[in-house]
């Protein structure tokens, strides 16, 4: 009930602000406050710890159970670092395709290129990635998951990314999500967090690379 109340409500407010050409704008003049996105996971984590009984009817090792976290295995760095790697492919040729479909449709997700823009920063894209990774995956493969199954949380996930929430990119964003639901099935929670990690980072780092290749030009 939690969680179609929070999703209900994102989308609400979302609406209500003026859509994805009002938050481009809003990020574009006054920027992201770098502090957001750690409230943001800390909530998250907080949201599912105590979601799934931790100090209630968990003790701190159950609870790490319930939600699949554990200490990076070779495995889980592996499948991470790669499933990261796989799900920027993908992302790529998904939109490649949805830009040739539709080529109408290309400029909808001009609050989510906003909002990259804004962390286009080592130390940001680093801030952005591993908090987004960690608060994220905790909350949605972790706690929900287990209750929801892969297609309904992703549903909720893909569209809790309200900068993306009428453009076709919302699509990648499920495929992603998906991706990531299946690695903490095969292998753990963990192991998402760390592909997580790798497909935000590699998104941001290739944008400054574009980016400062633009200036020079």
Known sequence: VLTI????AQIV???LSGGPEAMAESIEAEGVDPGLPVLQAVLQLGA????????IRRDLAQTLVRLGLRWPTPEDIRWGFGGGLILYGIAIVVSIMISLLLPQTVDQSAAAESLAAAFATIPLALLLSTSAAVGEEVFY????????GNTLTSV?????????LLSPAIVVIFIVSYFLGWLRQKHSTTAAIIAHFVYNLVQLLLLMLVSSVEVMN
């Open 156 to 164: 909720f996930f893909a569209v809790m990314h309200t900068q993306l």
């Open 5 to 8: 109340l929070l999703t209900v």
């Open 13 to 15: 407010l979302f609406l």
């Open 48 to 55: 599912a710890f105590l979601g799934v009984g931790y100090a």
């Open 141 to 148: 493969r972790g706690a929900l998951q287990p209750v929801f």
